[in-house]
């Protein structure tokens, strides 16, 4: 792989998506920007519709029929992918950017054998020169996820719930990819099982220096795997920073709320505060701060104004009320002189929140 | 001391279950009968004291919803004994005040016909999926007030008001505007909080929850949890909560049972059992779990293998294949007894 690095492995900026259905236009993705350097690990939380899952999607150009893309870029090693036409994006697909999905029993085609699905992978992206070639490759796969090489040649009907995980595994690190998306990727496994899985994941992905991105719900798992943590709401990304600084410390109120839904088996046994109400309606979202109508923290400009980035180190929020009072808040006053002090106006990307 | 199926029902407790045993057989045809059986529930003890709760923890295929669906006679065990000891289920009234426990216990085999009725409306159960449980084509009186109907209860007037003070119970306010709308209507969230509802409506004594938050987004979890805990305290509702994940049956539970392939391994007071856990299976579990602590390291758990299906398993311990203290004397004995280890704490483990 050729490695012509000038600035991030991957960069995300401002990305936009819609979905039309019949009852409108669902505003899925907002103005959403990260980036990801080699070697890292990212998680993207948040609660189903959130949008984690699209800009997963997008990231991968396996949008469905009814997306817009409304607006922003992504660029992998510099290089525009909405910029690729269909033929080169077969290309990019698997060999730049690979997905684990959330459901393994469904990414294997149940009358093939595993082994002969993923050479097949290989040779459609023509990765080896022979089937013999590929074989081995497959095998050496296979090894590297934890599953004996004898195994290729059996039916994914034969293989447990974790051992299809980890040839769903083997089968995105085909093709030697620069980043991996993994979309929930134990969610349907047991506890015991995921923790292997979990860490193999993480072994590889430190072994080979790779990026990677967890798409989860359960932030037990992100705060384990992950290095950067990326929180989203109703479209928007609306905190970042590294996992350790804002599980410590949460900026926005939805990520406090977040991290309190969980009960934990160890520490002192508390009542959870949780969340009240329900998420919003994409197709029609609140005005201002789309988490406004559930923030306890919630003041007038929250109802009228799409928040600016709050900034405390490398971690931000959009929020006009941030937790941490350490937090270079925007508060009324500061509002005008708001570029002098470190805050980066979002103006609701133009869209009007 | 080693439980045994014969002990008589445990004074003041609701409901008693010894050897409770139930078969499944696999590979049954037309012309040939079954030769072989899934052991999915083996041989499990417990109690459960009016109003307490008890979280029965394990991986999928343990047996831990079969022996919820065994509770409220869903199913009909193979073997072993429930009993119960529900108001106004050894005589067929139904007193009011269903804190009155001074009842004689009734075998769950023997309960049928006319007191069938009476124990449904003593024993409720929540399943796991609020998509699945509810007929779309019914408003949300319909599903709520059909169990109310089923048993003679109230005249039209008083089960709408019934409806809608439970409701309102349940946090769907104002109820009105929630009593003729259709399941499609509700999120997830409300659903489950529907089919709680509808458990409680007939005043149960007793509730078997199945995994009732495992397919809800985070900030609806937290509030169905927060609302059974609650109401089952006011209401002295007490129950099973079966699900896959510790953390919640300790938020949920005063008691948590480990089962492991149709067997309780472990069980005990909630605190006492995540200090100490002290059969390897569950210790195995325990540290499986991820911690939302971002500095935090944990050792990677002690077990082998993969789980297999309990198909005429061998008459050893379950766990043997996977167990990292396995000995000549687990291979060559019988599954162990339970054993209380300490006050109120049992386990079933020859090593421990």
């Not at chain 1, 922003?72 to 909405?82: A, K």
């Not at chain 2, 106004?88 to 009011?96: F, K, T």
Request: with cysteine; aromatic share 6%; hydrophobic share 40%.
């Amino acid at each position: 792989m050729a490695a012509k690095i000038n600035g991030p492995l991957l960069k995300v900026e401002d990305l936009t998506l819609r979905y039309l259905t019949r009852g409108g236009e669902v505003r899925a993705v907002e103005g959403v920007s990260f980036e990801l350097e080699q070697g890292q690990a990212l998680g993207l939380v948040g609660e189903s519709g959130c949008g984690k899952t699209s800009v997963a999607n997008s990231l991968m150009r396996l949008l469905p029929d009814n997306a817009r893309l409304a607006g922003g870029q992504v660029w992998l090693r510099g290089e525009d992918i909405f910029a690729l036409e269909e033929d080169e994006v077969r290309e990019y697909r698997w060999r730049r950017v690979a997905m684990v999905f959330q459901a393994a029993m469904n990414s294997l085609d149940p009358v093939y054998k595993v082994g002969q699905q993923i050479v097949e992978a290989i040779e459609a992206h023509e990765i080896e020169g022979t089937i013999s070639a590929a074989r081995e490759r497959v095998a050496r796969l296979f090894r590297l996820v934890g599953l004996d090489p004898a195994l290729m040649d059996r039916y994914p009907h034969e293989f447990s719930g974790g051992m299809r995980q980890r040839a769903v595994i083997a089968m995105a690190l085909s093709c030697d990819p620069a980043v991996i998306i993994a979309d929930e990727p134990t969610t349907a496994l047991d506890v015991i099982v995921q923790d292997r899985i979990l860490r193999e994941l993480k072994a590889i992905q430190q072994q080979l220096n790779m990026a990677i991105i967890y798409i989860s719900h359960d932030i037990a798992v992100v705060a384990e795997v992950t290095d950067r943590i990326g929180v989203m709401y109703a479209g928007h990304l609306v905190e970042y920073g590294n996992t350790a600084d804002v599980f410590r410390a949460p900026l926005h109120p939805y990520t406090d709320a977040l991290l309190g839904s969980f009960p934990s088996v160890t520490g002192e046994r508390r009542p959870l505060a949780g969340l009240s109400g329900e998420p919003p309606n994409l197709i029609d979202p609140p005005a201002g701060c789309p988490f406004h109508p559930r923030c306890p923290r919630a003041t007038q400009i929250c109802q009228e104004e799409f928040p600016p980035q709050a900034w405390e180190g490398t971690q931000w929020a959009k929020c006009w009320h941030p937790m941490n009072a350490g937090a270079e808040a925007p508060s009324d006053v500061e509002l005008e002189a708001a570029s002098d002090v470190g805050i980066v106006e979002q103006s609701a990307h133009g869209e009007g929140g | 001391m080693a439980i045994t199926g014969t002990e008589p029902l445990h004074t003041g407790a609701l409901l008693s279950v010894a050897g409770l045993t139930k078969r499944f057989p696999v590979g049954r045809h037309l012309f040939r009968k079954a030769t072989s059986f899934i052991h999915a529930v083996d041989d499990v003890t417990f109690d459960l004291e009016p109003g307490g709760s008890l979280g029965l923890v394990g991986e999928s295929g343990c047996g831990k919803t079969t022996v919820g669906k065994l509770l409220v006679k869903l199913l009909e065990p193979t073997s072993g004994e429930i009993l119960f000891r529900l108001p106004g289920l050894a005589d067929h009234a139904v007193p009011d005040d269903p804190s009155e426990l001074n009842e004689p216990a009734v075998d769950s085999a023997s309960i049928e016909g006319r007191q069938l009725r009476a124990f449904r409306r003593r024993a409720q159960m929540i399943f796991q999926d609020p998509y699945e449980s509810m007929n779309p084509r019914r408003t949300i009186y319909d599903t709520i007030a059909e169990p109310l109907s089923v048993q003679g209860m109230g005249t039209l007037l008083d089960r709408v008001d019934r409806v809608s003070e439970i409701l309102d119970q349940v946090g769907l306010t104002p109820p009105a505007t929630f009593l003729f709308r259709h399941p499609h209507e509700l999120s997830g969230g409300q659903r489950q909080r529907v089919a709680i509802a509808r458990a409680l409506v007939v005043g149960p004594s007793f509730v078997v929850a199945d995994e009732p938050t495992s397919m809800l987004d985070v900030s609806s979890r937290t509030g169905i949890m927060n609302l059974m805990q609650g109401l089952a305290q006011d209401l002295g509702v007490a129950y099973l909560y079966v699900t896959h994940d510790l953390a919640v049956a300790r938020y949920m539970c005063h008691r948590i049972a480990v089962m492991y392939s149709g067997k309780i391994v472990e069980i005990g007071e909630t605190e006492e059992l995540l200090k100490n856990p002290r059969h390897p299976y569950t210790r195995a579990l325990l540290s499986a779990v991820p911690l939302p602590d971002p500095g935090s390291t944990r050792e990677p758990p002690d077990i082998r293998g993969e789980l297999t299906a309990p198909i005429d398993p061998p008459a050893r311990c379950r766990f043997f294949d996977r167990c990292p203290m396995a000995t000549e004397n687990c291979r060559t004995s019988p599954h162990p007894p339970t054993e209380e280890k300490s006050p109120g704490h049992w386990v079933a483990c020859y090593e421990v």
